[in-house]
Structure formats: structure tokens, C-alpha cells
């Protein structure tokens, strides 16, 4: 079946460290949403990326969405507290409208 | 906009009784999507709605859960009898197919956490 790997699972970082998180598609698709899910809480749409290489910037997060449309990542510069929580990757197939969700992939600030 | 409701936000129950998940989504969205969350097995899909019809419900366990729709506002997730291995977060979202520049995001409710002793 169609599936989105997203790795790596876990990521601790110092604050003000970097932080990277990547999905790889089974299947080309027509647009990848990303997701964060603050502890306790419920997940939040971020951003989506539709075209080709696209590249969107929030602030201190870089989304980039691959050539072939099966991969993304999501990088932040200089993490923060705030910051802390899962980041999941949604994908849309070109072939319906069910997303495939990632795992997931939970920054963790080490104190 | 009051965003998906989802009632209760907490339930505990014993094993074997039934169990009655709610939930209202944002006004006008025509996809509504159950999911549950557990630290094993991550965010899996049960089952989604379009047009209060039930589209796929491939991820929906066992018999023992069932999922309606009666109307555009309004979702029941009942699970029946219930299991501790049924333990978990409940998530009701929606989504509008065609939305704002084309976006299809999700809108996820608060959540309902099932104990299940």
C-alpha cells in the first residue's frame, strides 16, 4: 500500500541547535501537508507544498518539497523551547484524497 | 468559528461496556476523518466521511467499532464492547475538499482520551 516514511523518529537537540525531520514517499504526490502536535495537544496544520522543488520559509522553518514529488523535509535553525512537540509530514497521492501520515518525528530540547 | 468539537475529553470505563465517541466538525467542511493515537502505533486512520458518507473504513480495528454520520454536523465513533487494548486518544478532524487557495488541510478537535480498565 501506499505509505510515508519520516525520519528519524526521535531528535533531542540543544536549545539553539538545529533540527531536521524527513519524508520519503512510496508514491508521487499532489501536495505534502506538515503537522505539529504540541504534547498533550491535538495536531496543527502548518503548511502545504503543491509544486515541484518548492521551498517555503516560517519564520525560523524551511519546508522544501522534492523534484519528484515523493520527498520533503522540514528543517528549523535555532531551536527553541517553543518549538518542542511531533512534526508529522501528510501526504496527498496523486489517486484520492486520504492522506498518508508520516510516524512522525518528536524534538526533544535537552535540558 | 468554534473549530471540531469532540466530546467527552476524557472517558473511563471498564472493559466490556460501551463506548460513545462525539464529535462536531467546522460548518460547511464535507470530509470528516477518525483517527486514534497511541504511543505504539502512532496516528492510524479509522475511518472518514465525505458528505456524511463513509468513504473508507479499512482502519476501523474489529467489529466492535462502528462509525456514523447522521448529519453534516454531527459524528459518532461507538465502540462496543470495549477492550484495554482500545486505550487511547480519539481524534475527530475536517477538512474542506476545496479550500482556501487549495489547501485541504485537516482541522483536528481537542481529542478524547479513553481509559478502558
Known amino acids: 500500500g501506499q505509505q510515508v516514511m519520516q525520519i528519524p523518529q526521535y531528535q533531542h537537540v540543544q536549545e539553539g541547535e538545529d533540527f531536521t525531520t524527513y519524508c520519503n514517499s512510496s508514491?508521487?504526490?499532489?501536495?505534502i501537508q506538515w503537522y505539529k502536535q504540541r504534547p498533550g495537544g491535538h495536531p496543527v496544520f502548518l503548511i502545504q507544498?503543491?509544486?515541484s522543488g518548492e521551498v517555503k520559509k516560517q519564520k525560523r522553518l524551511t519546508f522544501q518539497f522534492g523534484e519528484a514529488k515523493k520527498n520533503s523535509s522540514l528543517h528549523i535553525t535555532a531551536t527553541q523551547t517553543t518549538d518542542v512537540g511531533t512534526y508529522f509530514c501528510a501526504g496527498l497521492p496523486d489517486s484520492n484524497y486520504q492522506l498518508i501520515w508520516g510516524a512522525g518525528t518528536k524534538l526533544i530540547i535537552k535540558p | 468559528d468554534a473549530g471540531v468539537i469532540q466530546s467527552p475529553r476524557h472517558e473511563v470505563t471498564e472493559m466490556g461496556q460501551e463506548v460513545t465517541l462525539r464529535c462536531k466538525p467546522i460548518?460547511?467542511?464535507?470530509?470528516l476523518f477518525w483517527y486514534r493515537q497511541t504511543m505504539m502505533r502512532g496516528l492510524e486512520l479509522l475511518i472518514y466521511?465525505?458528505?456524511?458518507?463513509?468513504?473508507?473504513d479499512s482502519g476501523m480495528p474489529e467489529d466492535r467499532f462502528s462509525a456514523k454520520m447522521p448529519n453534516a454536523s454531527f459524528s459518532t465513533l461507538k465502540i462496543q464492547p470495549s477492550e484495554p487494548r482500545d486505550s487511547a486518544v480519539y481524534f475527530c478532524a475536517s477538512s474542506l475538499l476545496f479550500g482556501t487557495g487549495g489547501r485541504y488541510e485537516q482541522y483536528f478537535g481537542p481529542g478524547t482520551r479513553l481509559t478502558v480498565t
Open positions: 466521511f465525505n458528505n456524511n458518507v463513509p468513504i473508507d
Open positions: 507544498l503543491v509544486k
Open positions: 460548518s460547511g467542511h464535507d470530509y
Open positions: 508514491t508521487t504526490l499532489s501536495n
